[in-house]
């Protein structure tokens, strides 16, 4: 299956050494000048990943990533201008899966591209293993906590908890492995299937706001514990 990448960029000539190298690559490559084509294109002919740049005309990045989020979880690689901290941070709570700071090189590119790509087919094939019931394990319980990992939902005190892909795919990394420590890096190599060590920030964002959808406190977690310079471990 040829994978269908979209990238969504306004500067002709950066679109088309994007599209050039990503076909050399193999990939089957669908272009979008601004936001509402691009999300256009993502309900027609539902590309595998996306490529956002932040500065486009009307519309910008963030806002395009919202507007996707409420209604696909195909990955986003941001491509942004600055390596600016408020950009990355932004570009995560709107859902984006990782970003590229411009000026980047191809190879670079190709290589995010590559492992944002295998993540999403072990994901997938996990997916298929659950729903052909070759994995009993697909619903989980602790106490007020359900997980029809099926269905992909989450169940707190009985009320259905909207969670971002990634936070959904965090927190059953958690469960899977309950009761052991997992550093930083180990959760940002198998959740979010970078090829190097990305930045160990992204998981305490992404820690933090799983706390604030299963935790009664927060500030006090009991399921999901911080070992003191070790990383994270779900009490289950
Ligand atoms: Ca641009």
């Not at 500067?11 to 089957?28: D, F, P, R, V, W």
């Not at 160990?200 to 799983?210: A, E, G, I, M, N």
């Not at 706390?211 to 927060?218: L, N, Q, T, V, W």
Request: hydrophobic share 40%.
């Amino acid at each position: 299956m040829v994978e269908k990448i979209l990238i969504v960029e306004d500067e002709i000539s950066l679109q088309e050494t994007l599209a050039y190298n990503l076909k050399k690559q193999g990939y089957e490559v669908v272009i979008a000048g601004d936001g509402p084509s691009a999300l256009e294109v993502v309900r027609n002919s539902k590309p595998d990943l996306i490529l956002l740049d932040i500065m486009l005309p009307g519309m910008d990045g963030f806002e395009v990533c919202r507007k996707l989020r409420s209604e696909v979880s195909t990955p986003v690689l941001m491509l942004t201008a600055r390596d600016d901290e408020i950009d990355r941070v932004v570009g995560l709570e709107v859902g984006a899966d990782d970003y590229l700071t411009k000026p980047f090189s191809m190879r670079e590119l190709i290589a995010r591209v590559k492992a944002m790509l295998r993540r999403v087919k072990i994901i997938r094939d996990e997916i298929n293993l659950i729903n052909s019931g070759a994995d009993q394990r697909s619903f989980f319980e602790f106490d007020k906590i359900k997980i029809d990992l099926g269905r992909r939902e989450l169940r707190v005190d009985n009320k259905i908890v909207n969670l971002k892909p990634k936070e959904f795919e965090l927190l059953i990394y958690l469960i899977r492995h309950k009761n052991q420590v997992l550093s930083r890096d180990q959760i940002l190599e198998s959740v979010w299937g970078w090829e190097y060590i990305g930045d160990s920030r992204t998981v305490d964002v992404h820690v933090r706001w799983l706390r604030e959808k299963i935790e009664e406190d927060p500030s006090n977690p009991k399921r999901i514990i911080t070992a003191r310079g070790a990383g994270y471990r779900f009490e289950g």
